[in-house]
């Protein structure tokens, strides 16, 4: 009995988990970038979120964030895809997104800055507080 139990909990869980996989790659984004960076010594920090859900720096893993969140900010991302918006100041922040076609879109803004869609800064912030 517990073995036909924990059989079937383990064919559900993989179920759920190919459907969420499959959600994420019907969104159209491979990879979401943000960060910042700039002033005196031009330095930028750049993070990678990888639709598997490995957030890098650089090439070193960070966390590996659950299918759920992960298809919650691609789909945000989706429609953020084509807003445009490029205002660098000395310190800039960004967020950059990458679908599947290939076509990229970063937006870039600074920290205080009046005129950025409410949806990318909810993004963005969303997105840094997976940064330990």
Avoid at 43 to 48: A, D, F, H, K, S
Avoid at 65 to 71: I, S, T
Avoid at 115 to 129: A, G
């Amino acid at each position: 009995m517990k073995f036909r139990l924990s059989t079937l909990l383990l064919l559900g869980f993989m179920l759920i988990s190919c459907t969420v996989t499959k959600k994420i790659v019907s969104t159209g984004i491979q990879e979401v970038s943000f960060g910042g960076g700039g002033g005196v010594t031009g330095v930028v920090r750049e993070y990678r979120l990888l639709s598997s859900g490995e957030l890098l720096l650089g090439d070193q893993l960070l966390a590996s964030l659950p299918k759920e969140e992960v298809l919650y900010i691609f789909s945000e991302a989706k429609k953020l895809s084509d807003y445009e918006y490029k205002k660098p100041h000395n310190m800039s922040l960004f967020l950059s997104i990458k679908q599947l076609s290939g076509v990229e879109n970063r937006i870039v803004w600074h920290a205080m800055d009046k005129d950025i869609d409410p949806e990318v800064s909810k993004l963005y912030d969303k997105l840094k507080s997976f940064i330990k």
